[in-house]
T-cell receptor
Framework: RKEVEQDPGPFNVPEGATVAFNCTYS??????FFWYRQDCRKEPKLLMS???SGNEDGRFTAQLNRASQYISLLIRDSKLSDSATYLC???????????FGAGTILRVKS | SQTIHQWPATLVQPVGSPLSLECTVE??????LYWYRQAAGRGLQLLFY??????ISSEVPQNLSASRPQDRQFILSSKKLLLSDSGFYLC???????????FGNGTRLTVT
């Protein structure tokens, strides 16, 4: 089993849609979780950290389910500019060793 | 504020040639430092991870090595490049445990 797994997509959605991505992780000792966004041929950029109680930043909501070992990202009212690859990142229990999922491609169309 | 510098932005090297990519961080002390590689159309693979000067963890067997000669300097090297070393190389830093990564702009390496 991979350490971090994501549905690769692509998710093709119209503007204004709500879309959700899930990410599963294998190490039950993982303590920190993040969502990154990567545009084509660019470096990944931090979108948001994921906290145990769930957290929201504008149109973006992240949640953590420790029992089932997955994190989720919900994007409401999708914009064309949300088109990107979304990367799930998890520390795998050895200090701050951070492992990436393969990414989920989102395409928002007008 | 903290900044990370990575160079060069692009590099074309022949098979069998050496490689040296450098990354420096400013504005923080004793960061964790990372080298990742992203092959075309693939996810990010952790290559090396360092928690301090001279402390390097190698995550995958490969043709590459890393060194950390100073607190905020991380160098990725190879003595002889292979075609399979082509990819997008990303340096990143973080504060200590449970902190997010901050990436440099990356180096796009093509081995011909």
């Amino acid at each position: 089993r991979k350490e971090v797994e994501q549905d690769p997509g692509p998710f093709n959605v119209p503007e204004g849609a709500t879309v959700a991505f899930n990410c599963t992780y294998s190490n039950s000792a993982s303590q920190s979780f993040f969502w990154y966004r990567q545009d084509c041929r660019k470096e990944p950029k931090l979108l948001m950290s994921v906290y145990s109680s769930g957290n929201e930043d504008g149109r973006f909501t992240a949640q953590l389910n420790r029992a089932s070992q997955y994190i989720s990202l919900l994007i409401r009212d999708s914009k064309l500019s949300d088109s990107a690859t979304y990367l799930c990142v998890v520390n795998i229990g050895e200090g701050n060793k951070l492992v990436f999922g393969a990414g989920t491609i989102l395409r928002v169309k007008s | 504020s903290q900044t990370i510098h990575q160079w060069p932005a692009t590099l074309v090297q022949p098979v069998g040639s050496p490689l040296s990519l450098e990354c420096t961080v400013e504005g923080t002390s004793n960061p964790n430092l990372y080298w990742y590689r992203q092959a075309a159309g693939r996810g990010l693979q952790l290559l090396f991870y360092s928690v301090g000067i001279g402390q390097i963890s190698s995550e995958v067997p490969q043709n590459l090595s890393a060194s950390r000669p100073q607190d905020r300097q991380f160098i990725l090297s190879s003595k002889k490049l292979l075609l399979s070393d082509s990819g997008f190389y990303l340096c990143a830093w973080s504060l200590q445990d449970n902190s997010p990564l901050h990436f440099g702009n990356g180096t796009r390496l093509t081995v011909t």
